[in-house]
């Protein structure tokens, strides 16, 4: 398929290098070299068309989201990223649709230094998957396992922003740009996980909604949380393209893809955290605190116990 040569090759000659990129695109595999003293950090993740993204989304916004998610992935791990491949799944040949794939991808992976070493072309439906690489100083990695009871609980950026534009336009509403870019361009919170790294106990990053993702630390942390519902932060948008305080409270709690990053520190470093995220120039807020008891409580301002009338996404459900 002469059409796969053509595109890896636009592919090879717009992926870029870096030093440590031995051998890139080309081979039959690529040859990195890992900084000296640190450990390496994997992930891979897909998104899929009809799954993982509305089907009139811009092909340049799957590109950036398939890369996102990953570096993500990287970010909740206090890992700085450094190399990715990207699996290709193309219905056709449509160069013009596969060149803007790539730009989406290419766009993030250079904001963050990130190199294209590799990858697979194939026919079939639609779907991107990026395998991404960074580097962690040893035994610094940020786990889900590390949270005690007594630590803060802290969540950076805002939430509800990408869930309040999937809602919208399932409804077939005019979404907001602001919102819709949140769901389309969700920003990996890079530089706040590798600041984090030694800071925080635990920490996640959010895409299946905080509280279900929050849930994955509990259990693997075997403690308890109590998420003050009324602290969660909120864009300027939010309020409104969703005026109801219960739909706005349960898109925050609980909405997904917001990809922001969801984590625990001992109360001593609260100003440490603080400095952290504006070295870097991320908001981080406080919402609550990891408790000895098992289970997950959300309050609202006014004290009363809330419960979410919506559980995260998971795939296979129902
Ligand atoms: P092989 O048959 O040995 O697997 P391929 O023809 O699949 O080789 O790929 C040739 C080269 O192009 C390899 O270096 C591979 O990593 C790279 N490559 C293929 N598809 C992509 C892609 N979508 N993105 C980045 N690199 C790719
Ligand atoms: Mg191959």
Redesign the pocket.
Known sequence: MSA??D??AR??AR?GGRADVVL???????VLQPPPGRQLVVCTDTLNAGVHFPDDTAPADIGWKALAVNLSDLAAMGAVPAWC????SLPDADPARADAL?DGVLELATLHGVV??????TRGPLSLCVTAIGHVAPGHALRRDGAGAGDDLWVSGTLGDAAAALRGWSQGDAVPAALRARLDRPTPRVALGAALSGLASAAIDVSDGLLADLGHVLEASGIGAEVDVDALPASAALPDACPGLELRRALQASGGDDYELCFTAPPALREAVQAAAQGVGTMVTRIGRMVADRGLQCRTAGGEQWESARAGYEHFAG
Not at 85 to 88: E, F, N, V
């Open positions: 796969e040569f595109l890896i592919i090879r992926a890139g695109i080309g081979d039959d595999a690529a491949t990207l699996s290709l790539l294209l070493v590799g990858g697979d072309t």
